[in-house]
């Protein structure tokens, strides 16, 4: 596991200069943190790689092992609730490295905030 701060270059959506524009926020300080997890298992094929976050997917070669392929979807919800973002890179047979971000100051209506799911 690895730890770091980030500057995460998110765009600004307060004030936009324009109708429908979007500028990068300007800010030399990190105002994230990375977080990554890396193992040395089968990896995840790249095809796979937006469905393992969703409740209850498990990879057909793992179908026959324990488990009900929550995990990941709850770290995404979690992630998510904070403001932040979760990926994986990886290559079938060698590995996966999850990551999320998480911003150091949420904005005040973070992604899902407030839907009924």
Request: charged residues 20%.
């Amino acid at each position: 596991m690895h730890a770091e701060p980030n500057m995460w270059e998110r765009r600004a959506t307060a004030q936009p200069a324009s109708a429908g524009e979007r500028r990068r926020q300007t800010n030399s300080q990190p105002n994230s943190v990375k977080v990554s997890v890396s193992d040395t298992g089968p990896g995840i094929p790249a095809e796979f790689h937006q469905e393992v976050f969703d409740d209850f997917f498990r990879l057909p070669s793992n179908e026959n092992q324990d488990g009900m392929g929550l995990g990941l979807s709850i770290v995404r919800r979690l992630v998510q609730g904070m403001g932040g973002k979760v990926w994986v890179e990886s290559d079938a047979s060698s590995g996966c490295k999850f990551s999320f971000l998480i911003p150091f100051n949420p904005s005040s209506n973070p992604a899902g905030k407030g839907k009924n799911r």
